[in-house]
């Protein structure tokens, strides 16, 4: 009864016990930080990584390929406005960015489709963003001659406005923080994907386990950290947004050099275009070079206020991407994947964590309930035949005694039966030994008494009618 009644409470929680649990937990930690890690480092040995035709479960490559996916957006849609220059002897039109454009008239991501293989297409699909609007550099200069001319100062003439270079990388800027927040949001959303199918190749089929570490370990984990990253993105923007993020001093001058020899390049193709003339010596080509310069002179000093400022956002656009690369999603996420789950972790988790992540299978719980069942109905029939045994021995006196008592030979027996009467009740006390001690009967037919051994009192029969009382005699 007793063994039975402890199975059933040892049925009542897990089968597993607490050492066992984190054993088990012990050593999915143990594969799951080895495969984490090797998938973070683009290391695809082991066999869940597929052959090199599987792309699925590459983490590194595929979160590289959103890196890739990321820059050429912030590159092809990241300005608000896309400065299309004014020469024309080059024969095609020159973008804010720099780089030469097949089509002017289609600035973004379509003019460059060639830049970019194919099987970055799919990346790129997941940022959708619109184009920015094409403007041209003379309407630009238009725009900062206005500016200038209603914030001008005490500032000597010639020297470009500094406020209104902040101001047009702040515009230019606005769309950075939605790029980044979607690029977070795709690289989340792969590596949550890729850890599910990690946790399940590795716990196999029990669906329970692998449920309950998706919502016990790795959704707050991802959540935490998508939230980190957010803030990280909100600091790294803020100091274009608010405009005090100054370039390096030597790259910035190195990129104005870089603008205004690609302006010389162009102005000599334009020079030549309008008025050819044979470069046959020295002479011809330095005054060819001094009549160009004069004429970019007479456009004022807007023209090198448009360089600054595109050379400005240039540079902060290159900063800002490799940030949300390197700060954002490679520091605070990445890296951090393969602590996800850890040996380390689980040697320090309490009996009540470790039950919420190792719960029963199913399987096991049926089991246990149809053992219970037949438990349960064991006991009862085991208390229903106890409880019958009880009230037997109530009625049962000489099968199952229910005390003892001593003899005592000075009892007295009064005798109230007629004397014929063959059916006198042979009283008695108990001995030690559990037998009865009979008293005999002076009505026996033969005048013996009953117990055989002991012989009853003379009679009186003076008197037939009457009844006196018998001492009976003390057992031998």
């Known amino acids: 009864m007793a063994a039975l009644e402890a199975r059933q409470s040892k049925l009542k929680i897990m089968s597993m016990n607490v050492e066992e649990t984190r054993a088990y937990l012990t050593d999915t930690a143990k594969s799951f930080q080895q495969l984490a890690f090797d998938a973070t480092h683009g290391i695809y040995n082991d066999t869940f990584f597929g052959s090199v035709y599987d792309s699925e479960k590459k983490l590194r490559a595929q979160v590289l390929n959103l890196n890739r996916a990321f820059g050429a957006t912030m590159l092809a849609k990241g300005a608000k406005y896309m400065v299309q220059r004014d020469d024309k002897g080059s024969g095609s039109a020159t973008s804010e960015t720099g780089h030469r454009d097949e089509n002017e008239k289609t600035p973004g991501r379509e003019t460059n489709q060639n830049k970019y293989p194919a099987y970055l297409q799919p990346f790129l699909d997941l940022y959708v963003f619109s184009d920015p609007k094409s403007i041209s550099e003379s309407t630009l200069r238009l725009h ?95 100091p274009y947004a608010e405009g005090y993020a100054l370039p390096h001093e030597t790259e910035f001058h190195d990129d104005l050099s870089n603008q205004s020899f690609r302006r010389l390049v162009d102005g000599v193709y334009d020079f030549l275009d309008e008025r050819p003339r044979n470069l046959t010596n020295m002479k011809t080509a330095l005054q060819m070079l001094v009549d160009i310069e004069t004429s970019q002179s007479r456009k004022g000093n807007t023209k090198t206020t448009v360089d600054m400022a595109t050379a400005h956002y240039e540079m902060s656009r290159r900063n800002f991407t490799q940030n949300i690369v390197n700060l954002v999603v490679e520091s605070c996420l990445m890296r951090h994947i393969p602590e996800i789950l850890t040996a380390e972790a689980v040697a320090q988790m309490d009996e009540c964590r470790l039950r919420e992540l190792v ?87 033969n005048g013996e008494s009953d117990s055989g051994n002991n012989t009853p009192p003379p009679r009186n029969t003076g008197d037939a009618a009457g009844w006196e009382p018998i001492t009976p005699r003390a057992s031998p």
């Open 359 to 445: 719960p029963q299978s199913q399987e096991l719980q049926d089991s246990q309930e149809r053992q219970l069942q037949i438990l349960n109905s064991t006991l009862e029939l085991i208390q229903e035949h106890e409880a019958v045994e009880k009230k037997s021995r109530e009625y049962n006196y000489y099968f199952y005694p229910t005390g003892i008592a001593e003899p005592d030979d000075t009892h007295q027996v009064d005798i109230t039966a007629p004397k014929n009467n063959k059916s006198a009740p042979c009283l008695g006390a108990r001995t030690f030994d559990g037998k009865v001690m009979r008293t005999p009967s002076p009505y026996s037919s």
């Open 144 to 238: 900062f001659e206005h500016l200038a001319a209603t914030n001008q100062g005490l500032a000597l003439s010639g020297i470009p406005n500094q406020e209104i270079i902040i101001d047009f990388v702040k515009m230019q800027s606005n769309s950075w923080r939605a790029i980044a927040e979607c690029h977070i949001e795709n690289v989340t959303n792969y590596a949550k994907k890729f850890t599910g199918k990690l946790l399940s190749s590795i716990v196999g089929s029990d669906k329970g386990i692998e449920k309950a570490l998706m919502d016990k370990v790795v959704c707050p984990f991802f959540d935490k950290k998508k939230a980190l990253m957010t803030e990280k993105v909100e600091e790294i923007i803020r």
